[in-house]
């Protein structure tokens, strides 16, 4: 369309004109000339980092964004290539994507799905964004997810640790580089029983929403198949905030283990709580009191400050690891930023490069082939050893840290250190699991 | 038995916080008639002063230690609070130790100065204006004062603890001469709930038995004739409004070692202190402080595993049963008077 | 027009022009412009203003008519969609049984929450009112899972039975919600040199009947039963002297708005297919009475400018980052660039809320009729050198 004429009248003209003969139905914004949803054009790319920029996940949200701005650095060329270096796969050449820039957009999920879905469906149709990534809580994915299945464009979900991301709720433009509530569990509970023994009797609190049942249901079948009881599950309310009276009624039972299925402000609640009224000191049929923590995440645990002491739990990846990828990967985040990143950071960077590689060998941003280049794909080199995404339903397996609250920290982010490395064999398990039963994949779907 | 003995506790200790919030805002609604909006965030900023002063105390010198190496495998800092360099290593860190206590004094003067410019400075220019432009305008100010304190100590909690001498708990049992570890209460949650009693009995006193206290009481009954006896009221108000910033800061602070405080904690006291008023009736001081404990109480009861067996989902939603079931019955709550804030 | 006064008609002709003109209106910057990142005019937005249109529109007819003050009206809006939502799993995926569904559940929500909630007034209407959302919104999220799927969210599935339709399309993905065959998500593309006009099925539909909803709420606010509202707000007691019984007339504004409230629900599920339960959070609840009163409670139009503003901000603000701050700045000196990214950093991006909430202050105090007064001054100062006798504000306070 001729750019003459630009007067009101002029305009009116033309756009009757363009009514009549160049609007064409499209889906979406992906006009019927390109092959799929926001085919780039030109000499760029543009991705979508959606994360929670506010409400009580904002920290994980800015470390998350940091990562991608990083990730986004070192696909350009920029930087000092961070784990590209380490990475098995040289596909990646750092002048962007497929030759074309790498730019990106930043959303706020505000941690609520529909916020979340406001934003992603904003960088789809508005600044034609090609891959959606991010994400600090597994409502918040699996509701984005569904939103890319239907788009046509492809999800690289970040911090989701609930088993539906992958189980009931997976999808064929989904992928997850996170670990789950199954993989925590058993993870975690070889290592519950050789330190706290096989004959212990478990009190859960567990956060009353799908993340919270489906870790509570994991820990509680792994710990069970080792010999352990379990005295009780209490559900609380998302929205509490003072545990006590959830607490007192521990004190009351014979349990000698009390695991926390809480995450975020909830965990760090709950476990201050579990401090205060003594339970670390306790005694019960001859044993120490211990407290478990699931999930745990760096950066929250700092809330809690010295109550994190001694306190085991699992946890995707951390910055003390000594493998060349994490060593290179914290090199270059403490050096841009000042500080070790966490591993919301770790997931989301290595899911833009995951990304990226995919594209490249694929030869296309096609989420259909990005789909067939990242299913069964191996990898090694982002700092969890070897990495396996599984094509049956886009979850990768890699090695799982289990974690420990340090006794004497260095320094402020000295807070985990590492226990045990539990190898990917050993937290595999079937893709038609009952844990993660009932979903379908469908088809990759391009837009 | 025990369990219920601890819930009462329990009950007691939410109270606390429930009490002193619902007093500080009934203060302020029932001396000037706003409906404030900001008062959760007043509570919030009353934490943050501790976690203020706590990182006041903690300002450091950097001394590098060439034996051990940061994450970077750079030369580690060493950092020695300044208070530890200047008074010496051991009452240094007896001074960060005791860093909640020393924020009660340090949060107070904070407090009223802060609940002075607002008054003066927002809130004087709405007394004439609707309460939905008052809710709107305090809305506001919350939401900028909670994302200041994001945008300067970020969105995740931040530890502060009790002084060291205050941790572990008290054992009722043992002094009972039941088995011990049964029945014990943290050490910090008994102080917590006796501090709330000794606030809440001093604004009493302070209302009942000066001639300040008088004037203002006078004042909230009937506003414009105080005014026409020459008495000048408005300054007055001013200071109660002052006191109630000051009460919710208090409440804020002691409550840190509870919770680790977050820039959102006043937004999630809000609506909970705010249904706490009314169901203590509008304007009435004895009415929130009661209903501040009836609703502690009951919730805790409710989240007993054998309470949620018998009503699944009860403890989500008791306040809300409770505060529905005595607005029905009870048309201005507890102790509410006629003819505030129904129209 | 359709039984209204010229002063009505011509504003709803204003509002349907806005409406209708929307995509060109709101894209006013031309693709891959500095300025581009203010276009609003991308489906999802525009959907949303008008459906929050909707939703402030019916709290408007209540809180604006007659002064209850509803604290948790957002409850209708989640029952609505999650109604909605229901009906694409079991049914069909025609949005027209969907908003059907979605209308009447959420009156007869409002009907039951109205008719107890109506027997207190003032702020202990408004704490029920809120008691009942909280309450909602905490079984929603919890015990009620197997109806709302919780934290996720309603979704559709493969599975889903839609008796009507199929369960899945013949390449295996969900079918997508439709007005008999024209699907919700079309958009038509208008390229104009720089310019790139979205035209989406899904917005026209919702502002159709957005000015539907409009045009009943014009009527509503002109008939007698809406003078008897307003009768309600200046003085209930003297109501009830006259011998008239306020209840009934409260309690079908309630319903009304509920109502309304449901409608809006409907179609953020019909263009959305999710429905979330934190869509019935006290903060949503507030939303609505921000948007009123910022608007101008009272005024026709004033809740509609209100929605705009808020999912303006929401949706454009959160999305400005520092790297977008360097781009727009990138003429100035190094130096002095840094320094406004620097200045400008704490309330863009992350701290879009900190921006909203200086906003909302502003307003409140500057303009206490809300954004309708600032344009009824606006008017007012270019009409100073015309004929003082000229027409009145298109609109006024219902007092």
Not at chain 1, 230 to 246: E, G
Not at chain 2, 120 to 144: C, E, M, N, S, W
Not at chain 3, 51 to 71: D, H, K, M, Q, V
């Amino acid at each position: 369309m001729s750019k003459t004429n630009m007067t009101r009248r002029g305009v009116l003209k033309t756009g009757a004109v363009a009514g009549a003969g160049v609007a064409l139905p499209t889906i979406f914004t992906a006009s019927s000339a390109a092959a799929y949803m926001n085919e780039p054009t030109g000499g760029s790319v543009t991705l979508g980092f959606n994360v929670p920029q506010t409400g009580p996940y904002a920290d994980e949200g800015a470390d998350e964004l940091r990562a991608y701005e990083l990730a986004v650095e070192h696909l350009n060329g920029g930087g000092d290539g961070g784990m590209m270096n380490t990475f098995s796969s040289k596909a990646l050449k750092g002048n962007g994507i497929l030759g074309k820039k790498v730019e990106y957009v930043s959303g706020d999920t505000q941690t609520k799905s529909d916020a979340a879905r406001a934003s992603a469906k904003s960088m789809i149709e508005k600044d034609g964004a090609i891959m959606i990534t991010g994400g600090s809580s597994s409502g918040v994915a699996i509701a984005v997810q569904g939103l890319c299945q239907e788009a046509g464009v492809i999800f690289m979900a970040g911090l989701t640790h609930s088993n539906d991301t992958t189980g009931k709720d997976k999808k064929a433009n989904g992928f997850r580089h996170f670990f789950n509530a199954y993989m925590s569990g058993a993870a975690l509970a070889p290592v519950l029983a050789a330190r706290y023994g096989k004959d212990r009797k478990a009190y859960h609190l567990t956060a009353d929403y799908t993340w919270g049942w489906t870790q509570e249901e994991s820990i509680k079948a792994a710990t069970e198949a080792l010999g352990w009881t379990t005295v009780n599950t209490v559900k609380t309310p998302l929205s509490q905030t003072d545990f006590s009276s959830y607490i007192t009624p521990v004190l009351q039972t014979d349990a000698d283990v009390l695991i926390l299925n809480h995450y975020g402000g909830n965990m760090v609640n709950s476990l201050t709580n579990a401090v205060q009224f003594g339970l670390r000191e306790k005694q019960v049929n001859g044993k120490n009191f211990e407290i478990v923590v699931p999930l745990f995440s760096r950066l929250m645990a700092r809330g809690a400050g010295e109550n994190i002491k001694g306190i085991l739990g699992s946890t995707n990846w951390h910055w003390s690891l000594q493998d060349e990828g994490s060593k290179a990967f914290v090199k270059s985040f403490g050096t841009k930023y000042g500080f070790p990143p966490s591993q919301a950071a770790h997931t989301v960077y290595c899911q833009t490069l995951l990304y990226a590689d995919a594209a490249e060998r694929a030869g296309t941003f096609n989420p259909c082939g990005i789909g067939e280049a990242l299913e069964g794909f191996e990898f090694d080199g982002l700092g969890n050893g070897k990495t396996l995404y599984r094509a049956d339903d886009h979850q990768c397996f890699k090695d799982v840290l289990v974690v420990k609250g340090k006794e004497n920290p260095t320094s402020e982010f000295d807070i985990l250190e590492v226990v045990e490395v539990t190898p990917v064999e050993q937290v595999t398990y079937a893709p038609d699991h009952p844990m993660f039963a009932g979903g379908n994949l469908g088809t990759c779907n391009p837009g | 038995m025990d369990a219920i003995f601890l819930q009462i506790l329990n009950g007691l200790d939410k109270g606390s916080a429930y009490a002193l919030i619902a007093l500080g805002l009934t203060l302020i609604f029932g001396t000037l008639g706003v409906v404030n909006f900001a008062h959760g965030a007043l509570f919030m900023l009353g934490s943050f002063c501790a976690v203020t002063l706590n990182k006041i105390l903690n300002l450091s010198v950097e001394t590098i230690d060439p034996t051990k190496t940061d994450f970077l495998g750079n030369p580690l800092k060493v950092k020695t609070p300044y208070v530890q360099a200047w008074f010496g290593d051991d009452f240094g860190a007896a001074i960060i130790d005791w860093g909640v206590p020393l924020a009660i004094l340090f949060t107070i003067p904070v407090m009223i100065g802060i609940g002075f410019i607002m008054e003066r400075g927002l809130i004087k220019h709405f007394y004439k204006r609707p309460h939905a432009d008052q809710i709107l305008v305090t809305f506001g100010l919350a939401i900028v004062l909670q994302e200041l304190i994001k945008y300067f100590f970020g969105a995740n909690p931040i530890p502060t603890p009790a002084p060291d001498a205050f941790k572990g708990s008290f054992d009722f049992g043992a002094m009972l001469g039941m088995d011990p570890n049964v029945i014990i209460y943290p050490y910090w949650r008994l102080i917590y709930f006796g501090f709330a009693a000794v606030i809440i009995g001093a604004v009493f006193a302070f209302l009942q038995f000066t001639t300040f206290g008088m004037v203002v009481r006078a004042g909230m009954a009937d506003r414009e004739t105080v005014g026409l006896l020459g008495i000048n009221i408005d300054k007055r108000f001013t200071i109660m409004f002052g006191i109630a910033a000051a009460v919710a800061g208090l409440a804020g602070v002691m409550y840190g070692p509870i919770n680790s405080p977050n820039y959102h904690m006043g937004m999630d006291f809000l609506v909970l202190s705010f249904v706490v008023v009314v169901v203590g009736g509008m304007g009435s001081l004895p009415g929130a402080v009661l209903a501040g404990f009836l609703l502690g109480i009951l919730e805790s009861f409710a989240s007993m595993t054998q309470v949620i067996d018998l009503i699944p989902g009860i403890n989500q939603i008791i306040i809300y049963v409770v505060a529905i079931i005595i607005l029905l019955t009870r048309p201005r709550g507890l102790m509410g008077r006629k003819g505030v804030m129904e129209d | 027009m359709f039984g209204l006064d010229k002063k009505d008609s011509t504003l709803l002709l204003i509002v349907a022009v806005l409406t209708m003109f929307a995509p060109f209106i709101l894209n006013p910057f031309p693709e891959g412009s500095a300025l581009a990142q203010f276009n609003a005019g991308y489906p999802d937005l525009m959907q949303r203003f008008v459906i929050f249109g909707i939703f402030a529109i019916g709290f408007n007819i209540l809180f604006g008519l007659t002064g209850y003050l509803s604290f948790g009206h957002a409850a209708f809006l989640g029952v609505g969609s999650y109604a909605a939502v229901w009906m694409f799993k079991l049914l069909s995926m025609n949005v027209i049984p969907a908003i059907f569904l979605a209308i009447v559940v959420s009156g007869l929500f409002a009907l039951l929450i109205g008719f107890i909630s109506l027997r207190r007034s003032g702020i202990y209407f408004s704490i029920l009112t809120l008691a009942f959302a909280q309450m909602m919104f905490a079984l929603a999220y919890s015990v009620l899972t197997p109806i709302t799927n919780g934290e996720t969210g309603l979704q559709l599935t493969l599975n889903d039975p839609r008796v009507l339709g199929q369960s899945a399309t013949a390449d295996g993905s969900i079918p997508v919600t439709s007005l008999f065959g024209m699907e919700m998500r079309q958009t038509f593309q208008l390229d104009m040199g720089a310019w790139l006009f979205q035209f989406n099925v899904g917005y026209y539909f919702s502002a159709v009947i957005m000015l539907i909803a409009f045009f009943i709420a014009i009527r509503i606010f002109r008939s007698p039963f809406g003078m008897m509202l307003r009768a309600v707000k200046s003085n209930q007691q003297r109501v009830n002297y006259t011998g008239l019984n306020a209840r009934p007339y409260t309690l079908a504004a309630f319903v009304i708005s509920g109502m309304y409230a449901g409608l809006a629900g409907g179609l953020l599920a019909s263009m959305d297919p999710l429905a979330g339960a934190e869509r019935m959070q006290w903060t949503a609840s507030g939303e609505v009475v921000l948007m009123t009163i910022l608007g101008g409670a009272g005024t026709l139009i004033g809740p509609v400018l209100g929605a705009g503003f808020i999912k303006y901000f929401e949706n454009i603000f959160s999305k400005i980052n520092d790297n977008v701050l360097h781009e727009w700045f990138a003429f100035l000196p190094d130096g002095l660039e840094n320094f406004v990214v620097f200045v400008m950093h704490p309330f863009i991006g992350k701290g879009w809320n900190l921006t909203l909430g200086i906003l909302f202050m502003l307003v409140v105090i500057f303009l206490p009729g809300g954004l309708v007064e600032g344009g009824q001054r606006i008017a007012k100062l270019f009409r100073k050198g015309k004929a003082k006798d000229s027409a009145k504000p298109t609109t006024k306070p219902a007092e």
